[in-house]
Each structure stands twice: as C-alpha cells, then as structure tokens.
C-alpha cells in the first residue's frame, strides 16, 4: 500500500505564491507517475499537473500552464507543486495522486490508484 500526505496549503493573496508538498510512503516511488488535481466547492475533481517516473516528461492543464511547475525527488519520495501568480480561481482542495499501471504523466482521474487526504489553498482577491 501507498500513503500520500499533503502539506504546505493556506491562504495567501492573489499574485502571491505556495509550494505545496506530497510525501510517499510504502512503495518504491520511483516507479511511478504522479499527479495533482484540485477540488473547488461544487465542482468536480479536475486534473492540474502530472509528472513521470524520472520527472523528465511532465502535463499541465490549460488553466495553470507557465504558473504551475510540478516536481519531483525520488530520493526523498516527494512530489511538490510551485504554485505562482495565484488566482482566486485557483482557490480549492489540493490532492496528490499515484499511479502505478503507468510511467507518464496521466490526466483521468481512473488512472490512479493512490490519493493524499487533501491540502486547502484559499486565494483571496
């Protein structure tokens, strides 16, 4: 089994930054992909960032790309998310996901086999 914890959510104003961090747990990380999707009240899971087993390739969704870089360290079995330029839009529960039946970024939320319990980003205007 996997366990993904979440870290580094809360408020910050818009135009402002958050970095936001996912440490794995119980399998050999570097074997798979990783993503992040976000939650806004009301609205469905949505697919923001994904990166492959080695963090050479990596996807964005249209809503975040050139403001959203996603990382990973395989050493220490985290992924992180610098989020810049933030925007109230941006405001929504933060998840991090792995996938095990692939090695590329994936972007349906079916792809993944792990969640993380979830980070707060709140941006305010």
């Known amino acids: 089994q996997v366990q993904l914890v979440e870290s580094g959510g809360g408020l910050v104003q818009a135009g402002g930054s958050l970095r936001l961090s996912c440490a794995a747990s119980g399998r050999t990380f570097s074997t798979y992909a990783m993503g992040w999707f976000r939650q806004a009240p009301g609205k469905e899971r949505e697919f923001v960032t994904a990166i492959s087993w080695s963090g050479g390739r990596t996807s964005y969704s249209d809503s975040v790309k050139g403001r959203f870089i996603i990382s990973r360290d395989n050493a220490k079995n985290s992924v992180y998310l610098q989020m810049n330029s933030l925007k109230p839009e941006d405001t929504a529960v933060y998840y991090c996901?792995?996938?095990?039946?692939?090695?590329?970024?994936?972007?349906?939320?079916?792809?993944?086999?792990?969640w993380g319990q979830g980070t707060q980003v709140t941006v305010s205007s």
């Open positions: 996901a792995a996938s095990f039946r692939f090695d590329t970024p994936r972007v349906p939320n079916a792809e993944y086999d792990y």
